[in-house]
């Protein structure tokens, strides 16, 4: 039994909230103790311990009453993020309706549409000019004045809660910018705060970590280090040189970072996004990423967090190698003990990979690879994001299929990014290495899907063939277990936003592109039947609903993949005691036929014709074989 059972048990003893919390703490104290140790020699740092055992008493006391008894509640109903009811959007408050106040407005349009979980992008202090995204954070707690107030933001998620919305916001718990308070300090020759972060006197140590460290921003942040002639020292940046890595091996920097954690939730926070989480802990000799400290220390928050704040979860935000992925959910003693939800970030590269390629081999062989998460744990699966899509395939996998991955992936990036006259895709490449000739790819869903080219050209077999693929890759993602994100935009198919050439401080990032402004005026259309976005909308919000209705749909390890014996199909089912839902794909651009004998033999035919729930038709066989037209989605339902 892992921690988070353990403490819905506790919930159901009848104490009242501070008796609970000192059983949460009893009962989490020897893992917390475990990972401390483990991260920090007791034999230096027993007072460091004992001081976050006061910490811990400290921030549960100055939690706010409402949210201590909402924990309580959250921990009697059992695991609601695995809920069928849950749908998410991610979105820039700029960029959907000016600032927090005018996204309290558009609380009805959530609600019509059906989405009750929202990610916020960052919305706190950041530096001006470059601040990659406002992840280069001036502040985890004080709200940029953009976009409001904290008393905004407290006013939001109180609404949130009266109308039953998940609020998720950012954590970038690996650095800050070199404009936060701690920099500031470093800067000016505090060696405490110059001890948070890796700094060195000259760059013999750096010298050995960039042996072997990998470049993130390749292109326009080469290297991981950067010289701060204020200190005259070396800090490590290993995304920007504006973002300076936190020193994780100091346990202040942990204590800091824990209050700014809990700090964070007692402002209504749901859901807490550990930004970059894979890189916390770095050694000379490794790729700093995916190290078992790290491990270690996300547990540490996330044990601490179950005793403060237990009615708050936490998703990991690791773009790893698909093995690496559920890791964070945790292993061996601390299987299903690390973050609640994780992203799935292997499905969203396999779909935009079988879309390229018609394909669904690699789909298979790569789903069927990752080892299963732990029960209590779920995915966010989505399609796009405000970030690039990355190429993460395992090379053993791609050559198994007889394909050379370096030319495969040349491959894709040519198919999204312009560079074949018969793609469909208007994609961009984003930080391409021509040393390696690595890179990824950037875009909007729709323009990536071919929506743009065909509004362009005026194309109109190729606009129904857009929207039906659009249509089909949300309803994977609806279907497939776990929590469904649409990127604000996607939902009525918002194409690229090329306005960000035009600023001197986005240029540089093709990622913007995707980051447009919420299209309004084609909203107040959506009642034209006519338009493309209006199927769209239409069809994502039936979708929803239909998955809202059905508990099948919650996430509870109840998937199964099926081969068809068609290469251009992809089937799962979800299953759930008499009741079972089978998904089938046609990635293809032509009609397939599949033989429907292993259908029967699951028992959608066993009273008569199932019914597809996409378009709510009966589904016929002929001479025992099912058709699926090009890019047709069926959701069968049996019981």
């Not at 964070?264 to 996004?273: E, F, S």
């Not at 039936?542 to 059905?550: E, S, T």
């Not at 068809?564 to 299953?575: A, K, L, P, Q």
Request: aromatic fraction near 12%.
């Amino acid at each position: 039994m892992n921690q988070a059972k353990l403490h819905i048990l506790l919930s159901q003893k009848g104490k009242d909230s501070k008796g609970l919390f000192g059983l949460r703490l009893a009962t989490n104290l020897t893992l917390i103790q475990k990972q401390f140790f483990s991260l920090y020699s007791e034999e230096r740092h027993e007072k460091h311990f004992q001081k976050l055992l006061k910490l811990l008493t400290k921030l549960y006391l100055d939690r706010p009453e409402e949210l201590k008894n909402q924990d309580l509640e959250r921990l009697k109903s059992g695991n609601w993020y695995q809920s069928e009811d849950l749908v998410g959007m991610q979105l820039y408050v700029e960029h959907f309706n000016k600032d927090l106040k005018g996204l309290e407005e558009k609380i009805p349009y959530f609600k019509k549409l059906g989405i009750n979980f929202l990610h916020l992008m960052p919305i706190t202090t950041r530096p001006k000019g470059e601040s990659d995204g406002g992840y280069a954070v001036n502040s985890y707690l004080q709200v940029d004045k953009k976009y409001g107030s904290k008393e905004d933001l407290l006013e939001l998620t109180t609404a949130f809660r009266n109308n039953g919305i998940y609020l998720m916001l950012d954590f970038v718990v690996n650095h800050t910018s070199n404009e936060y308070s701690w920099a500031k300090k470093a800067k000016k020759g505090d060696k405490k705060y110059q001890g948070y972060y890796y700094t060195y006197e000259d760059y013999t140590i750096p010298a050995e970590f960039e042996k072997t460290l990998p470049e993130v921003f390749p292109e326009t942040s080469p290297g991981n280090f950067t010289y701060i002639p204020e200190m005259e020292k070396w800090v490590m940046t290993v995304f920007n040189s504006y973002q300076w890595d936190l020193n994780y091996t100091n346990p202040e920097v942990f204590l800091e970072m824990l209050t700014n954690l809990v700090k964070l939730t007692d402002m209504g926070v749901d859901v807490v996004r550990f930004d970059a989480l894979a890189f916390l802990w770095k050694r000379i000799g490794t790729i700093s990423q995916n190290l078992p400290e790290a491990h270690n220390l996300i547990t540490l928050f996330r044990m601490c967090l179950q005793v403060v704040a237990p009615g708050t979860i936490l998703l990991a935000e690791a773009i790893v190698a698909p093995m690496d992925i559920v890791k964070y959910f945790g292993e061996e003693e601390k299987r299903g003990n690390e973050c609640e939800v994780a992203y799935n970030a292997s499905l969203m590269a396999l779909l935009w990979n079988s879309i390229a390629t018609k394909k669904t081999q690699l789909l298979y062989k790569s789903l069927m690879h990752v080892p299963p998460k732990p029960k209590d744990c779920t995915w966010i699966n989505y399609i796009r994001c405000h970030d690039d899509i990355g190429l993460g395939y395992e090379n053993h996998l791609i050559e198994e299929l007889g394909w050379n991955p370096g030319m495969h992936r040349k491959f894709l990036l040519d198919y999204y990014c312009q560079r074949l006259d018969w793609s469909p895709a208007t994609g961009l490449l984003f930080m391409y290495n021509p040393k390696t000739g690595d890179g990824r790819i950037t875009g909007s869903a729709a323009s990536l899907l071919g929506l743009e080219k065909a509004l362009t050209t005026k194309d109109q077999g190729l606009l129904e063939e857009s929207v039906k693929k659009i249509i089909m890759l949300h309803g994977i993602t609806l279907a497939f277990g776990g929590i469904p994100l649409i990127y604000a935009g996607d939902e009525i198919g918002t194409l690229n936003d090329y306005s960000f050439q035009n600023d001197v401080s986005k240029k540089g990032d093709s990622r913007w592109v995707n980051r447009p402004m919420q299209d309004w005026e084609t909203i107040s259309k959506l009642d034209n039947e006519n338009l493309p976005q209006s199927k769209i909308f239409q069809t994502l919000q039936k979708l929803i609903k239909i998955r809202k209705n059905n508990t099948v749909f919650a996430d509870s390890n109840n998937l199964e993949l099926y081969h068809t014996g068609n290469d251009h199909i992809f089937s799962f089912e979800r299953n759930e005691d008499q009741q079972g839902l089978l998904v089938i794909c046609n990635f293809d651009e032509n009609p397939q036929v599949i033989d429907s004998s292993w259908i029967k033999k699951l028992g959608y035919f066993s009273k008569g014709e199932p019914l597809d729930l996409v378009s709510n038709e009966k589904v016929s066989l002929n001479s025992g074989l099912l058709e699926l037209m090009p890019h047709q989605m069926m959701w069968l339902l049996k019981g």
